[in-house]
């Protein structure tokens, strides 16, 4: 499953390690976290690139359950949340 990075025509994977990425982050709206809707929104509507940065599971979930946000963006030392299931985590068992 890969995200559309912005209005850029590329597309990119959910979840990406920090510093192991290849898309540039200074063309994309960085954030901590998704609790800011409006600045989410304007930037997808401004088709600019949302990246979430998290260190946790949830934090992904949460990041990966807004239509706005391209990808999550997590620590090379948190590279174990590449590997979660996100389906069971959305939806459960």
């Known amino acids: 499953m890969r995200r ?17 990425h290849d898309f540039p ?8 976290d998704v609790g800011d809707l409006a600045a989410l929104r304007r930037a997808f509507d401004d088709g ?9 599971a949830e934090d992904v979930v949460a990041g990966l359950a807004r239509p706005e946000v391209s990808c999550v ?7 174990e949340l590449l590997d979660l299931d996100l389906v069971e985590l959305t939806y459960g068992p």
Request: no cysteine; net charge negative; proline share 5%.
């Open 25 to 32: 982050l200074e063309d994309a709206l960085l954030v901590d």
């Open 73 to 79: 963006l997590v620590p090379a030392d948190k590279r």
């Open 48 to 56: 600019k690139a949302v990246v979430v940065r998290a260190d946790n």
């Open 4 to 20: 559309w990075f912005g209005a850029s025509g590329r597309r990119v994977g959910p979840i990406v390690v920090e510093g192991e």
